[in-house]
């Protein structure tokens, strides 16, 4: 379940980018912060908010280069992670590097009345 690596945008895409987020105004805004990016401000490709480039989110827009990391580690990287835990322990390839003793995958099992048994005997 992994995104495809994205492509650098050439600067004529950067530029067509840059002049279809500005519309009609003097300067185009950020789509996370609202602000305007001005002359000079570096500034990125930025993707919806509630769907991350790497869950298939499609670029949206452009940001500040600040507000778009700061999103980024703040919310998508932390998101990405819970959904490959999610996926992991829904198909069952999740196992744990620290089983407790006596657990169902340990070959010694405690009873109730304090006996140890092997499982599968």
């Known amino acids: 379940m992994r995104a495809p690596p994205r492509k650098r945008l050439s600067s004529s895409a950067r ?5 279809a987020c500005r519309g009609g105004k003097e300067f185009p805004d950020c789509n996370i912060c609202g602000q305007p990016i ?3 401000q570096r500034w990125h490709e930025s993707h919806d908010p509630l769907l991350p480039h790497a869950l298939g989110g499609a670029v949206t827009g452009i940001a500040h280069a600040r ?3 700061d999103h980024a580690y703040e919310v998508d990287i932390p998101l990405v992670a819970k959904v490959k835990r999610q996926r ?3 198909i069952g390839a999740f196992r744990t590097s620290r089983p407790l003793p006596g657990g169902r995958d340990d070959r010694l099992k405690k009873k109730i009345n304090g ?6 005997a």
């Open 15 to 19: 530029e067509a980018l840059y002049d």
């Open 38 to 40: 001005g002359k000079g």
């Open 67 to 69: 507000c778009n990391l």
């Open 88 to 90: 992991q322990k829904d």
């Open 115 to 120: 006996r140890v048994e092997e499982r599968w």
